[in-house]
């Protein structure tokens, strides 16, 4: 499932709190994992007890602030994101053709995926994709993860490429969660552009750096205009 599909930024009335560089969830939420990766990213990871069970949000910053904030499901499909200037709200359709499934990739080894987002400006579109294990497993920071293969091309209604992108992720079976990997983004001109949004720390409550808003790693090379790695 595509977990980012845009450069994404944080607005909305889930919209967390900043505060002397340390991220506050909305109320009625708790951070449980904060995620240093490279590009020049820090991701805050939170649940609501308002939300349905297995619900997440994370949201992301770069060196000038927040730019992206998320909601998956239990299956992690791409529920809802937030974006700003101007302020727009995009969501998973209703009825996919096939949804994603985090449970199938586990149990098959391989998840096929059609489904449509829409945002208030009133733009759809239809996003084909699949995700297989590779039967790689690689530790990050103490954390065992397994190693996926995707790739999505994303269309408007006409058939009209927008942006594709393929690589390799990480997937945690038991947070149900898709990290960012070394992969190649096109942003509709045929020209891919390789990028990687690899986690480089994993850091929880109690530990030196949980829920931080400065990321480490890359920030001097990274521009803010370069596309993201495609989910996490």
């Given at each position: 499932m595509i977990r980012v599909l845009l450069p994404l930024v944080a607005l909305s009335l889930a919209t967390p709190a900043l505060a002397a560089g340390t991220?506050?969830?909305?109320?009625?939420?708790?951070?449980?994992?904060?995620?240093?990766?490279?590009?020049?990213r820090v991701?805050?990871?939170?649940?609501?007890?308002?939300?349905?069970?297995?619900?997440?949000?994370?949201t992301d910053f770069d060196q000038e602030g927040p730019f992206f904030s998320s909601r998956i499901n239990s299956e992690a499909e791409w529920v809802e994101s937030y974006e700003i200037d101007p302020p727009i709200r995009q969501t998973l359709d209703p009825n996919p053709t096939d949804p994603a499934s985090f449970s199938d990739l586990l149990a098959t080894g391989s998840d096929n995926y059609i489904f449509g987002l829409s945002d208030d400006t009133g733009e759809?579109?239809?996003?084909?994709?699949?995700?297989?294990?590779?039967?790689?497993?690689?530790v990050i920071d103490g954390i065992e993860l397994q190693e996926t293969a995707f790739n999505f091309t994303e269309t408007d209604l006409a058939g009209n490429v927008l942006r594709r992108s393929r690589g390799n992720e990480y997937i945690h079976p038991e947070w149900r969660l898709f990290f960012s990997g070394p992969s190649q983004w096109d942003g509709g001109d045929g020209n891919y552009v390789p990028i990687d949004g690899s986690?480089?720390?994993?850091?929880?409550?109690?530990?030196?750096?949980?829920?931080?808003?400065?990321p480490l790693f890359d920030c001097d090379a990274v521009m803010s205009s370069l596309p993201l790695p495609p989910r996490s």
């Open positions: 991220f506050t969830p909305p109320e009625g939420c708790t951070t449980f994992m904060t995620v240093q990766s490279k590009g020049c991701s805050n990871h939170f649940k609501c007890t308002a939300d349905a069970p297995g619900d997440q949000w994370r759809r579109t239809r996003v084909r994709g699949a995700d297989t294990l590779t039967g790689r497993v690689v986690p480089i720390q994993f850091i929880f409550p109690g530990e030196a750096g949980f829920a931080s808003t400065q």
